[in-house]
Each structure stands twice: as structure tokens, then as C-alpha cells.
């Protein structure tokens, strides 16, 4: 429905997007929010346009729900600017 960061992807169909590798990260976002859990954390490699580089980025999925509709809620970072707890107990 939105996508701040790239307007031109507002209301368009996600399920085929992927990463820099080709990695179907569109389907995992759905396959991720529609699992028994209903959230979950996605790692892959992005490239920004006119930018040769990949960089790792993680985006975190939830599924939601309003209005008798679902909705599929995300929210992403770069690895490399960030320091990653797999474990907080170790």
C-alpha cells in the first residue's frame, strides 16, 4: 500500500521482487507473515538504483490486520551500519 522510500511502488504487487542476487524476497515476506508465527526477519543483499554496490539489509515482517483486511508490515536496515544480537543471553 505505502513504501516511503520508493514511491513508485505504492499499491503495486510485491510477490515478484527481488534481490540483488535474485532471491525471491517479495514471496518471503508473504510466505514470512502468513507462517504459524505471523513475523519474522528476512536477510538479503539490496542495490539501490545507479549504485553498483550491494549491501546487506534485513527487513523485519508482521502481519497485521484492519478493517476485515490483511496487511503485511515491514520495517528494514543496513547490516553494515548496524551491530546484530542473535542472542542476547551470550
Known amino acids: ?3 516511503p522510500s520508493n514511491r513508485s511502488c505504492e499499491g503495486k504487487d ?3 521482487l ?3 542476487d535474485g ?3 517479495g514471496e518471503l515476506f508473504i510466505e514470512t507473515a ?7 526477519w528476512i536477510e538479503y543483499n539490496w542495490q ?14 508482521k ?17 553494515g551500519n548496524y551491530i546484530v544480537c542473535r542472542n542476547l543471553e551470550e
Not at 539501490?48 to 515482517?61: A, G
Not at 502481519?63 to 547490516?79: Q, R
Request: charged share 30%; glycine share 12%.
Open 23 to 25: 532471491k525471491p524476497i
Open 14 to 16: 510485491m510477490k515478484g
Open 63 to 79: 502481519k497485521a490486520s484492519y478493517g476485515g483486511e490483511t496487511y503485511i508490515v515491514g520495517a528494514d536496515l543496513y547490516l
Open 18 to 20: 527481488i534481490d540483488a
Open 34 to 40: 502468513l507462517s504459524e508465527k505471523g513475523e519474522g
Open 48 to 61: 539501490e538504483r545507479n549504485n553498483s554496490e550491494k549491501f546487506r539489509k534485513c527487513t523485519f515482517v
Open 1 to 3: 500500500m505505502v513504501c
